[in-house]
């Protein structure tokens, strides 16, 4: 069992930056891939970035490629979002997941909010 509690979300202006933060419970982390996902309101949850067991390979939706980077440390239980460039349509809940098998995400967070303003 694992679980997920994600921070760092707010209120930004676009252009500005954010750094969310999932921290894991548990010991066995490195076990699992890590993914972020985000749900508008209207708009089905879409994948936003992922990082596999020990960070050697990243993936990201075209829409945040170039502006958002994915990291994890494994001795802190801790998988990161830095997000730059923010624009409004980067606005919406946020989630991160973990998953033992890449693409099957068998634990989500809670979810933190990110709203940027025009």
């Known amino acids: 069992q694992v679980q997920l509690v994600e921070s760092g979300g707010g209120l930004v202006q676009a252009g500005g930056s954010l750094r969310l933060s999932c921290a894991a419970s548990g ?10 996902f985000r749900a508008a309101p209207g708009k089905e949850r ?24 994915i990291s994890r440390e494994n001795a802190k239980n801790t998988v990161y979002l830095q997000m ?12 991160c997941a973990a998953g033992a098998v890449w693409g099957s995400w068998a ?9 940027v303003s025009s």
Do not use: C, H
């Open 27 to 36: 010991r066995t982390f490195s076990s699992y891939a890590m993914g972020w």
């Open 46 to 69: 879409e994948f936003v970035a992922g990082i596999s067991r020990v960070g050697a390979s990243t993936y990201f939706a075209d829409s945040v490629k170039g502006r958002f980077t």
């Open 84 to 95: 730059n460039s923010l624009k409004p349509e980067d606005t919406a809940v946020y989630l």
């Open 107 to 115: 634990y989500w967070g809670q979810g933190t909010q990110v709203t």
